[in-house]
């Protein structure tokens, strides 16, 4: 199965997939979702995209008309496809890519994203770092956060932040989040 680009302006281009099992794409259908629902918010955004695997989330976001994508992974098959693929679009000033771990790297950032999409290992336990997230600012005040988590998993309540909406996909559930007060 080949990663493409879904939409906009590097639609149907193909993706480098890093193999192995410390990585899972997430599926077009998902992918198509996240930026159907945030279609209104993509033009200039700021994309932030933790546990990024190949980039295909940031990549889609730029190719969507995001003006600027951090993609933050740790596991280095991954940031050498992420690096590929930015390179084959040739964006790469409109790409960060962070060799780091998730908590780490949200520890650096400064600036707020508009769009923040989290797709950690499933296994993964989550609060802490959108607590950071939060404690941070690094969520515009009228931005999204997405977080795909697997189906059955049961999303802790965060005090800043209303659940706008929660829908199944496949084995994955895909959260949409947005600050209580906006």
Not at 35 to 58: H, K, P, T, V, Y
Not at 143 to 155: D, H, M, V, Y
Request: glycine letters at 8%.
């Amino acid at each position: 199965m080949s990663l493409r680009i879904i939409g906009g302006l590097f639609g149907g281009r193909i993706l480098k997939s890093p193999k192995g099992p410390q990585t899972r794409p997430t599926t077009s259908l998902l992918r198509g979702a996240v930026f159907n629902i945030s279609a209104s918010w993509i033009e200039n955004a700021r994309f932030l995209d933790l546990f990024a695997g190949s980039g295909a989330m940031g990549l889609e976001a730029i190719s969507r008309g995001a003006a600027f994508a951090t993609l933050v992974e740790k596991d280095h098959h991954a940031i050498r496809c992420i690096r590929e693929n930015v390179s084959l679009l040739k964006i790469e000033p409109q790409v960060q890519v962070l060799a780091l771990d998730a908590r780490r790297a949200l520890s650096q950032l400064m600036s707020p994203y508009d769009l923040i999409y989290i797709d950690p290992p499933y296994e993964k336990e989550v609060p802490e770092l959108i607590e950071l997230i939060v404690k941070k600012n690094l969520l515009a005040p009228r931005g999204l956060l997405f977080l795909e988590e697997r189906f059955g998993a049961k999303l802790p309540e965060f005090l800043s932040l209303e659940l706008i909406e929660s829908r199944r996909y496949g084995i994955a559930h895909l959260h949409q989040l947005r600050h209580s007060v906006v």
